[in-house]
Structure formats: structure tokens, C-alpha cells
């Protein structure tokens, strides 16, 4: 019985992750992104499957396939993201947040194709902020176990620390980007109350598959104290 349990360490959890950038509409044509790639988050959908998890995805725009046995929700929006995870969230054990969420959007969508024709001056973009979807699911009354993520160009460890304290978090991964953003091959820096821990445990780097399972294996181990 033992054996069987470490085997699949989340076997009988459900499981929630966003993963992608989300995309926000300027007009019909053109909108705000970014160049997360979701491999990450796909990566830890396939994880926690494997690892006997109930396991839902909530997918910003990015060209995956999904991992078998993983249900998915495609969303566009910052706020689309948002309600699909809100819905859910307080139904699962677990929540991961990868995705690269917009941090602002436009305040006005336009309803036809803004055009060019005879202004002197470029269209002016006034930007509003979206909500933080994690801080809101780390904030419900009984909250899932929330895992939060930090892509951070400079100052990995602090930046971390920070965001699990501001968001009230149990757990932050950070990793250095956009060095990463796309790539195959990576290195985390798990970062809680007890200090930090680097995966791979060496320091060196390996693919997203893998460090996502290693990860998987940290927070099964976190969730069953
Ligand atoms: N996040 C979220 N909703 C947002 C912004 C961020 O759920 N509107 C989540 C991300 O999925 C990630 C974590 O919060 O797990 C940290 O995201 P990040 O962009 O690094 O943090 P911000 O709080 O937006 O701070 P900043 O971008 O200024 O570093
Ligand atoms: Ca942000």
C-alpha cells in the first residue's frame, strides 16, 4: 500500500492550473499578449495526471496539445480566465497558477477595426489593471493548497519571497526569464516559509517535463503534512 501511494502521490486530489498568456482585445483585429508558450503549466497538467490527480486546465491562446486525461477550458481574456478559474477553484484541493495573466487591458475594446485614415496622431491606449486571479483563489474562505509562479529577470529569490507574502501564498516558483520563455530546458527555485530549494537539486537545468514532475513530487509531499 505504501509503495502504491508514493507511486501516485496525488492519486484521489483534483487539481487546477492555468497556463499561457492571455490575450486582450484592442479592437476586432489586434489585442495585448505575451510570449509565454503554456509548456510549463501543460507540463504540470501531465505531471499531476500521472500522478493520479482529477486534473483541469485553464488555457490561455497557445498551440498544445492537451495532455491525455486532462480536461481543458480555452480562454482568451485576463477576466475569461478569471471567471472559468473562480467557478472552479473552490472544488479543487489544488490550485497552480503558471499563466503569464495580462497585467493591464484595454479600458475601451472597439467595436470595428480602429483605421488609420487621415489622423495626425497614433491612437492613444489608455490601459486598465486586471484583477490577480491567484491572490483571489488564495483569498476564498477555504482556499485549495495555492502555488504560485514568478518569471523574474533579476533578483529571482526576493521577487519570489515577496509574491508569497503578498498574495498569502503556501508556495512561489520562481524561474529566470525570458531566457525560458519557449525553451525546453529550465531550473526552479522553490521558495516557501522554510527557505528556498533549487530544482534540479544541483542547480543545473533540465526539461520541463522533468522538472515538472519533480514538482509535482514537492507539492504532493507539502499537501500530505
Ligand atoms: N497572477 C494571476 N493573475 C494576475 C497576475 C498574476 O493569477 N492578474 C499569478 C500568475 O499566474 C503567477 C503569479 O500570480 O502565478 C505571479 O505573477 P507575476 O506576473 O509574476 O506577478 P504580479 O503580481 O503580476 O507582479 P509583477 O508582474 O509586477 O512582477
Ligand atoms: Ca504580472
Known sequence: IVAALSLKPLAG???LITAGPTFEAIDPVRGLTNRSS?????????????AGATVTLVAGPVHLDTPRGVARVDVQSAQQMQDAVLARAAAHELFIATAAVADWRPLQ??????????KKQPPALELTENADILAAVA???RPPFCVGFAAESENLAAHAREKLVRKKLPLVVGNLGPATFGRDDNALLLVDADGEQSL?????QADKLTLARALVAEIARR???
Not at 503554456?38 to 500521472?50: D, P, Q
Not at 475594446?109 to 487621415?118: D, F, P, R, T, Y
Open 223 to 225: 499537501l500530505a503534512v
Open 38 to 50: 503554456g509548456k510549463m503549466g501543460f507540463a504540470l497538467a501531465r505531471a499531476a495526471r500521472e
Open 13 to 15: 486530489r483534483s487539481v
Open 139 to 141: 483569498a476564498l474562505p
Open 109 to 118: 475594446l472597439a467595436e470595428h477595426k480602429i483605421k488609420k485614415n487621415g
Open 200 to 204: 534540479p537539486a544541483d542547480g543545473s
